[in-house]
C-alpha cells in the first residue's frame, strides 16, 4: 500500500486509545524513504529532559496495511517507554519493551524486536551489502550489530577497550535479516541474540578477529 501521514496519524490515534489508554503524547509524524529501518523513534534533548518526538516510517518497502501497523504499534512502545522515562533492560529492546509487545501481540499483532521484514520486497532492484559484526560482551552476553565499515579500526579499538571476544565480521544482502538493524556509525550498540544464533553466525565462517 502507499503510505500518508493520515494513515499513520489515524492509526495512531486508534492504537493510543485501545492499547495506551490515550496516554501517549502525539508526535511529529514523517514518511522516509530509508533503507536501513522501517521505523523510527526520535526526540529532543534538553536540560535531561525530552520533548519534540518524532515518529518516523520508511516506505521504502513494499508492505501491507498490516505490516505498517505494527511497525507505527512498534515506535508507539518505544514512545511510551521513552515519555515515561522508564528504565529498561535494553536500550532499545529490553524486557519491559517485550512485555508491552507480548500484551499487544494477543491482539492479532506481530511485533517483534527486528521490526521483521519477512515479506516485504524492495521497491527497487538495488542490492543493498549489509556490514555486520556479532560479539560476546565481558558479561558474556551475545550481540549483533550493523557497522560502518569506514570505521572499523574504530571498532576494534572500542572490542579490545571493553574487552569484548569472540568477534566474526561478515557481510550480507539478506534484506529480510538485516534491512531493520540500525547502523552503528561509531559506537557499539548491538542487539541482543542467543547463544544458538550466534553460533549459526559462526557458520558463516567470515573473518573473525579474536580479542
Known amino acids: 500500500m502507499e503510505l500518508t501521514i493520515k ?27 530509508a533503507k536501513s529501518y522501517l521505523g523510527q523513534l526520535s526526540w529532543k534533548n534538553k536540560n535531561k529532559k525530552r520533548y519534540d518526538y518524532v515518529i518516523s516510517i520508511s516506505n521504502y518497502f513494499d508492505r501491507s496495511e498490516k505490516d505498517f501497523c505494527n511497525t507505527i504499534i512498534h515506535e508507539m512502545i518505544h514512545l511510551y517507554i521513552r515519555q515515561n522515562n522508564i528504565k529498561d533492560t535494553n536500550k532499545h529492546h529490553g524486557k ?56 572499523r ?32 556509525r561509531t559506537g557499539i550498540r548491538g542487539w541482543f541474540i542467543t547463544k544458538g544464533e550466534y553460533e549459526e553466525i559462526e557458520k558463516i565462517d567470515q573473518y573473525k578477529f579474536a580479542v
Not at 492499547?19 to 514518511?31: C, Q, V
Not at 550480507?172 to 538493524?181: E, H, Q, R
Request: charged letters at 25%.
Open 7 to 33: 494513515f499513520i496519524e489515524t492509526k495512531f490515534n486508534e492504537f493510543n486509545k485501545e492499547y495506551f489508554k490515550g496516554e501517549l503524547l502525539t508526535p511529529i509524524f514523517k514518511i522516509t524513504g
Open 96 to 151: 519491559v519493551f517485550y512485555s508491552i509487545a507480548d500484551r499487544i501481540n494477543k491482539y492479532g499483532w506481530n511485533i517483534s524486536r527486528t521490526n521483521d521484514t519477512i515479506g516485504c520486497e524492495l521497491t527497487t532492484k538495488e542490492t543493498i551489502t549489509y556490514n555486520m559484526v556479532a560479539f560476546i560482551d565481558s558479561k558474556g552476553r551475545y550481540f549483533l550489530m550493523r557497522y560502518n565499515a569506514k570505521n
Open 153 to 184: 579500526s574504530n571498532y576494534v579499538a572500542k572490542f579490545i577497550k571493553y574487552k569484548y571476544t569472540g568477534i566474526i565480521w561478515f557481510t550480507s544482502t539478506d534484506n529480510k535479516k538485516y534491512a531493520t538493524f540500525p547502523e552503528c
